[in-house]
């Protein structure tokens, strides 16, 4: 038994150090896209842990973008600033018909709101996807 253990033990470690090799990787930080350097392939450039610049070229299959444009950042910074005021009058609303009832008479009305603010959004939270990309404002991160 305890040699089947053992046994079992130095495979199961040496399969992890097999499989650590291709899943664990350090991340790089984030990279900035300069320019197209021919077909499918960009030039990037990240900031070493200096801080000094490093460049390199990179395949579109080993990046991912996560970062949006800084036009649809700023309208979706509005979007969110009108949700808050939004929220906050509604939360306010409700707080002032919560202190009006404690001091009204204690019976509960006969039927429940449906919403504190009963009007929807007229805006979209998410800017158009016909957003066009400017050469240094793609950032992506490399997958391996």
Known sequence: MKSSRTCAELART????RQAKY????????????????YDNFLVEREDVSGDPERFIAHV????????????LQRVAADIE?????????????NGEAAAAVVRAAAAPDTAAASASGT???ERTVASPAVQWGPGELLVELRR
């Open 23 to 38: 899943y664990n990787r350090k991340w790089l930080g984030s990279l900035r896209v300069v320019e197209p350097a021919g």
């Open 14 to 17: 040496s399969e992890e150090e």
């Open 61 to 72: 299959s080993f990046l991912v973008t996560y970062h949006t444009p800084v036009a649809s």
């Open 120 to 122: 929807k959004r007229r």
């Open 82 to 94: 009108e949700q808050l005021l939004h929220e906050d009058a509604a939360e306010r609303q409700a």
